[in-house]
Nanobody
Framework: QVQLVESGGGLVQPGGSLRLSCAAS????????MSWYRQDPGKERELVAA???????SYADSVKGRFTISRVNAKNTIYLQMNSLKPEDTAVYYC???????????????WGQGTQVTVSS
């Protein structure tokens, strides 16, 4: 089994910053793309940012220039540095990872439990 544990959420004022972390552990042979998603109540879960195993990144248009995703492969960990936060960034943020747990077995998608980010004055 594979576990993803997120941390770093909280309450921040508009214009402030937060840094989220997501660490993968368990039965891991290799990890492909790791991503951050977010979901507001009543809305669909949306992709915020993704990073491949070789460091190629992509971002939702709504966060480009404000958020930065990074990765430390040796720690099976990704980060999301969020700057210039806006009230519309308020959501539960989820980590996702595509993980190969056994050689010869297709990789599976795993999710973390989510961490709340609230941007409010």
């Amino acid at each position: 089994q594979v576990q993803l544990v997120e941390s770093g959420g909280g309450l921040v004022q508009p214009g402030g910053s937060l840094r989220l972390s997501c660490a993968a552990s368990g039965s891991i042979v290799s990890i492909g793309t790791m991503s951050w998603y977010r979901q507001d109540p009543g809305k669909e879960r949306e992709l915020v940012a993704a990073i491949t195993s070789i460091g190629t990144t992509s971002y939702a248009d709504s966060v480009k220039g404000r958020f930065t995703i990074s990765r430390v492969n040796a720690k099976n960990t990704i980060y999301l540095q969020m700057n210039s936060l806006k009230p519309e960034d308020t959501a539960v943020y989820y980590c996702n990872a595509i993980v190969t747990s056994r050689i010869g077995v297709p990789a599976l998608s795993y999710w973390g439990q989510g961490t709340q980010v609230t941007v409010s004055s």
